[in-house]
């Protein structure tokens, strides 16, 4: 095998079998889970685990200790994408699939049954955190396992349709914890701490299964099985990734920025609106599950806009949108006007960035060949996402003592989107090319083949 070649064969008329569909509801199922998860860890973080992990007298202390467990899955994710790219490129994406399916869902179910600081002491936290980061290094191979498989399995021409249910994805994720917390949050504070929170994390079991019984079925990319056939399997992808794509993994990273604004929206809002504007929590809550609801339909739609009009023109329009939509949505948890924070953030997140979520899992992975693919998304993806994660500390920051100004959190908001786009800019439009020709520079500007 020739661990430097860089193109690679289509796999039209090689009789191996394209699943589109299951591969859309299987990349659909694993983003689920991921973001159910990334909501209840957050939330647990912030409102529980400080009274049940960590040493009692120091509540500050313990809420800082509390969110550091939460952030270190950030540092472990770019880690984490080095391992499951090269795996996805080697042994194929399903088998990375099945991985990050049980290393999530384990994990987060270990988690509500993990004993208490007074049952156990200091071994609490650190079991916390190993779990914690064993989260973080299986959701960074998820996304890009899961997108570069239904790109491989979907018909040339809605390649952005069957990817976009990767980041759908989040929005079933979102509307299920949020779901999940609702009557949680309304326990006594005794039930609460004793059992309740608990209930959302052993609940990932049974997102677990699901996706478990749609992916032990569905094939291998017919990309990657190509490849196989061929003996054409690189030994080292991530040489070949920085050898010839480096600039394009550049390229993802910053286009990944767009995650600051989900991560404002979803963390820093809440914080804001319910500690420094006095606003109920459940509001927040209800606005989320509204917003990711519309979400469902939007993002599909956006995809297939994507895959009529080109990536980049979604992408740009939709990032653009959240830039804008940023600043009347914060001022108007400033002004507790919960009719404008519902019409401004279904307008923001609704509306403008699903134009990004339908369309950057097709774009990003339309700039390498099938031997890198799953290794560029996932180093480029994970380490500008990482970058994402902490964005709800660097907003806390910027707005100052008690979260009084908002407006340079806008301000940096803003600024990451239209990097995000310049970014986007700056890549190949490949929505008309074949699939065995993708990561070719000159096959891009070529006539799409019949």
Same mark, same amino acid.
């Given at each position: 095998m020739?661990?430097n070649?860089?193109?690679s ?7 191996i079998?394209?699943?589109p569909r ?5 990349s ?6 991921e ?6 860890y957050g939330t647990?973080?912030?409102?529980v685990?400080?009274k049940i !992990? !960590?040493p ?10 509390s969110?550091?467990? $939460?952030?270190?899955a ?6 984490? #994408? ?6 996805g490129?080697?042994i194929?994406?399903k088998r ?5 399916? %049980?290393?999530?869902g384990a994990?987060? %179910?270990l ?7 007074e049952q ?12 914690r980061?064993?989260?973080g290094?299986a959701v ?7 997108s570069?498989t ?5 018909? &040339?021409n809605?390649r952005a349709?069957f990817?976009?249910?990767?980041l759908?994805?989040?929005?079933g994720?979102?509307?299920?914890a949020?779901?999940? !917390?609702?009557p949680?949050?309304?326990?006594p &504070?005794?039930a609460?701490?004793?059992?309740g929170?608990r209930?959302?994390?052993?609940l990932?079991?049974v997102?677990?299964l699901v ?5 032990r079925s ?9 490849e ?6 690189p030994?080292?992808p ?13 390229k993802?990273l ?7 604004n989900?991560t ?12 420094? /504007? ?5 509001v927040f809550?209800w ?5 990711n609801a519309?979400?469902?339909?939007a993002?599909?739609a956006?995809?297939?806009l ?10 740009a329009?939709? /990032?653009l ?12 948890i #400033?002004?507790r006007?919960i ?8 307008? /923001? ?5 699903s134009?990004?979520a339908g369309?950057? %899992?097709?774009?990003?992975n &339309? ?7 799953? #290794?560029g998304?996932a180093?480029?993806t994970q $380490?500008g996402f990482?970058?994402g ?5 660097i ?5 100052g003592?008690d979260?009084a ?5 806008a301000a %940096?908001?803003?600024?990451t989107a239209?990097?995000?786009?310049i970014?986007?800019?700056t890549m190949? &439009? ?7 020709d ?13």
């Amino acid at each position: 095998m020739d661990d430097n070649v860089v193109g690679s064969a289509g796999t039209s008329g090689s009789g191996i079998e394209r699943t589109p569909r299951k591969a859309a509801v299987s990349s659909w199922i694993g983003s689920a889970l991921e973001y159910y998860d990334f909501f209840i860890y957050g939330t647990a973080a912030a409102l529980v685990f400080p009274k049940i !992990f !960590f040493p009692a007298g120091n509540p500050t202390a313990a809420t800082i200790a509390s969110l550091a467990t $939460f952030g270190v899955a950030y540092v472990a994710r770019p880690v984490g #994408s080095f391992i499951l790219g090269h795996l996805g490129d080697t042994i194929g994406r399903k088998r990375v699939l099945v991985l990050t399916l %049980f290393g999530m869902g384990a994990a987060t %179910f270990l988690i509500g049954v993990l004993p208490t600081y007074e049952q156990i002491g200091f071994a609490a936290p650190i079991l916390l955190l190993v779990l914690r980061l064993c989260q973080g290094l299986a959701v960074s191979g998820e996304q890009s396992s899961a997108s570069s498989t239904a790109l491989e399995h979907a018909p &040339e021409n809605r390649r952005a349709f069957f990817t976009s249910f990767t980041l759908g994805g989040t929005q079933g994720g979102n509307i299920l914890a949020s779901a999940a !917390f609702l009557p949680v949050a309304a326990l006594p &504070e005794d039930a609460l701490l004793s059992w309740g929170w608990r209930i959302p994390f052993l609940l990932s079991a049974v997102v677990l299964l699901v996706g478990w019984w749609i992916r032990r079925s569905l094939g291998e990319s017919p990309a990657f099985t190509e490849e196989q056939e061929r003996d054409v399997v690189p030994r080292a992808p991530l040489k070949v990734l920085f050898r010839h794509y480096t600039p394009d993994v550049l390229k993802v990273l910053f286009a990944a920025l767009a995650s600051v604004n989900s991560t404002i929206f979803g963390q820093f809002a809440l914080a804001y609106g319910a500690n420094a /504007m006095g606003m109920s929590r459940s509001v927040f809550l209800w606005l989320s599950i509204v917003v990711n609801a519309i979400a469902l339909a939007a993002i599909p739609a956006a995809g297939l806009l994507a895959d009529r009009f080109g990536r980049k023109p979604v992408y740009a329009i939709g /990032m653009l949108g959240t830039a804008v939509l940023i600043w009347p949505f914060l001022w108007a948890i #400033s002004q507790r006007d919960i009719g404008l924070v519902f019409l401004f953030g279904i307008l /923001m997140v609704s509306v403008a960035y699903s134009g990004y979520a339908g369309s950057a %899992f097709a774009l990003w992975n &339309e700039q390498f060949d099938t031997k890198v693919r799953m #290794s560029g998304v996932a180093v480029g993806t994970q $380490f500008g996402f990482a970058l994402g994660g902490f964005a709800p500390t660097i907003a806390a920051a910027l707005a100052g003592p008690d979260l009084a100004s908002w407006g340079p959190v806008a301000a %940096f908001t803003s600024a990451t989107a239209v990097v995000a786009v310049i970014a986007v800019l700056t890549m190949r &439009e490949a929505h008309r090319t074949p699939l065995g020709d993708l990561g070719r520079p000159a096959a891009i500007a070529a006539p799409a083949r019949a």
